[in-house]
């Protein structure tokens, strides 16, 4: 394989010293908050800008650690990285000096495998390292790489690395994934966008990330449609062009705060919030008794009204876009621990993704996990304060949930997880109203 020099990285990514929440519950939030760009378009975005030398601007991105290191692995590869305003990145991907995504980069953020697909089908070859992220369950990215294959890719796994090749370019050809996968969607077509000929991608995933990621495409000169609710084509193209794009909001950060004031009893207006992706979860709290009204760009939620033992018992089920995202789970466990009655979770998508309930089981949650897909929830719970440890980024940002709700002072460990996908999610909450410090972890 061409441009392959020795193994000498020289990445050293910023280990932030570890940091916890210190969270005096039991104050309703109020007031207006504004939606950040959403974390899970940010990244995908960054990637497609390696399909052209040209300038490719982004707005709204969020200030997140996931960004800065997406960021850093960019620029270390070769590529020019501007970042001259808040929530502003530029991106001119000219050349890249080589194609290696190192274990340092991929154990620190599992999204550094969209690299993958734009990577070689714009410089027809690239070495990856198998990623990591938060555990929450296996992710295996073998549906990436059968896809890179489909179009023609030549592919080898060594000692923890992808080397893989495409001689000539890559070939337009039919992608099938076994089950839905978000980001095997967007690494297909992101190596479908240069390859020669149509390229289909079936089933592909529906979620609305994956949509911006296309519209943003499209100002690149690349010609992708949705043919169908979960059908892509592809037509390939020799080169795109730079173009400017506002990324979209973030609709787990949105489906945050509508359980935090749910959870303490307050009352918030979300600003730049798109109502129309967050149908699953409205009408799962439409169910469980909390009132919440859509704008055109906010949603008002006021639970100022309701009293202990007026939130509704309801059973959620995860589910690929347009049912209820696998990430909103925790948030709506903390709420369920609010709602009188027995509630049941079905966690459809990650076989971990529950064992963060025992976390919440430290500050007074009523929790049966009888397997690693289902838990029973059983309320009104009466919370208290107490010392908890955050184990992944969607788990995290809803034990501050949880100690928001709870009467007394909660220590959370590990927020370190939270700010890989949260903007100022400390000062957001404060500007609400909440108790919420950030320090260095005692523990």
């Known amino acids: 394989m061409a441009d392959a020099r020795p193994f000498h990285w020289e990445y050293h990514p910023e280990q932030p010293a570890p940091e916890a929440f210190r969270i005096e519950g039991g104050r309703p939030l109020r007031g207006t908050v504004g939606v950040s760009g ?4 940010a990244l995908k975005l960054l990637a497609a800008a390696v399909l052209t030398g040209e300038r490719c601007r982004f707005e709204n991105m969020p200030e997140i650690e996931d960004v800065r290191v997406m960021a850093e692995v960019l620029a270390d590869l070769g590529v020019v990285v501007d970042h001259p305003a808040p929530g502003v990145y530029e991106v001119a991907a000219g050349d890249v000096d080589w194609k290696f995504v190192p274990l340092e980069a991929a154990a620190k953020m599992r999204a550094s495998f969209i690299l993958l697909g734009p990577l070689l089908s714009r410089f027809g070859h690239v070495i990856i390292s198998n990623p990591g992220g938060d555990r929450i369950g296996r992710r ?52 479908a966008c240069l390859a020669e000929g149509t390229t289909t991608i079936r089933p592909a995933a529906q979620e609305p990330e994956v949509d911006d990621l296309i519209a943003f495409l499209v100002k690149m000169g690349a010609e992708v449609e949705r043919t169908l609710p979960d059908a892509i084509t592809v037509h390939g193209k ?15 950060e949105t489906g945050t705060f509508l359980v935090a004031a749910a959870v303490t009893g307050g009352r918030l207006t979300l600003e730049n919030a798109a109502c129309q992706h967050s149908g699953a979860l409205v009408e799962v709290l439409a169910r469980a ?9 906010a949603i008002e939620v006021d639970a100022s009204g309701l009293r202990p033992g007026d ?40 076989e971990d993704r529950l064992e963060w309930l025992s976390e919440l089981r430290k500050l007074g949650a009523d929790v049966d996990i009888p397997d690693p897909h289902h838990a029973s929830i059983r309320g009104p719970a009466r919370l208290h304060g107490a010392e908890a440890s955050i184990g992944d980024l969607r788990a995290g940002a809803s034990l501050i949930l949880a100690a928001l709700a709870a009467e007394g002072t ?17 000062r957001k ?10 320090s260095a972890d005692p523990a």
């Open 311 to 350: 939130l509704r018992a309801v059973d959620i089920e995860t589910a690929p876009y347009p049912l209820l995202a696998t990430d909103l789970q925790p948030n709506l466990c903390v709420l369920l621990t609010q709602a009188s009655g027995t509630s049941h979770v079905h966690e459809a998508i990650f």
């Open 238 to 252: 020799r080169r795109l062009r730079g173009a400017a794009h506002t990324v979209m909001p973030d609709r787990i």
């Open 289 to 297: 008794g909390v009132p919440v009204s859509c704008g055109q760009h």
């Open 429 to 438: 909450f404060q500007q609400l109203g909440a108790s919420i410090v950030r």
């Open 410 to 426: 909660s220590l959370i460990h590990g927020a370190h997880h939270v700010h890989r996908g949260y903007e100022n999610i400390d």
């Open 140 to 191: 295996p990215v073998n549906l990436h790489v059968d896809a890179m294959r489909a179009l023609g890719a030549d592919i080898a796994y060594r000692n923890g690395y992808y080397f893989a090749q495409a001689p000539g370019r890559l070939r337009g050809g039919d992608v099938t994934f076994p089950f839905v996968t978000v980001m095997g969607t967007e690494n297909a077509i992101l190596a």
């Open 38 to 41: 959403a974390k899970n378009a």
